[in-house]
């Protein structure tokens, strides 16, 4: 599976921003998909997660009400709708997949996801 991530760039506090990420091979719709960020010089965080389904989403608490995850599978492709954007947002973010086909339960931890994208800067200005 190869992920690519896209869609970062600079806001004002308050913007919106959208990330993508596109992945490959044909059994996107079975795995866990996450949203993870790495802000300069602090370890890389759990923003939010989706099963395969959709049926099951998750969010960090400092961006729930905030920030939206989904994802089309036809096009095998996740999302994540950023609004509401605050300085402290500003990150690197990455998306993530597992390698269980049909897990219905979130992860949140990084070592429970087994590939990664390279990774969208978003920047937040004050």
């Known amino acids: 599976v190869q992920l690519q991530a896209s869609g970062g760039g600079l806001v004002q506090a308050g913007g919106s921003l959208r990330l993508s990420c596109a992945a490959s091979?044909?059994?996107?719709?079975?795995?866990?998909m996450g949203w993870f960020r790495q802000a300069p010089g602090k370890e890389r965080e759990f923003v939010a997660a989706q099963t395969g389904s959709g049926g099951n989403v998750y969010y960090a608490e400092s961006v729930k009400g905030r920030f939206a995850i989904s994802r089309d599978n036809a096009k095998n492709t996740m999302y994540l709708q950023m609004n509401s954007l605050k300085p402290e947002d500003t990150a690197v973010y990455y998306c993530?997949?597992?390698?269980?086909?049909?897990?219905?339960?979130?992860?949140?931890?990084?070592?429970?996801?087994?590939?990664w994208g390279q990774g969208t800067q978003v920047t937040v200005s004050s």
């Open positions: 091979g044909s059994s996107f719709s079975l795995f866990l």
């Open positions: 993530a997949s597992d390698n269980v086909k049909g897990r219905r339960a979130i992860r949140t931890r990084t070592w429970d996801y087994n590939y």
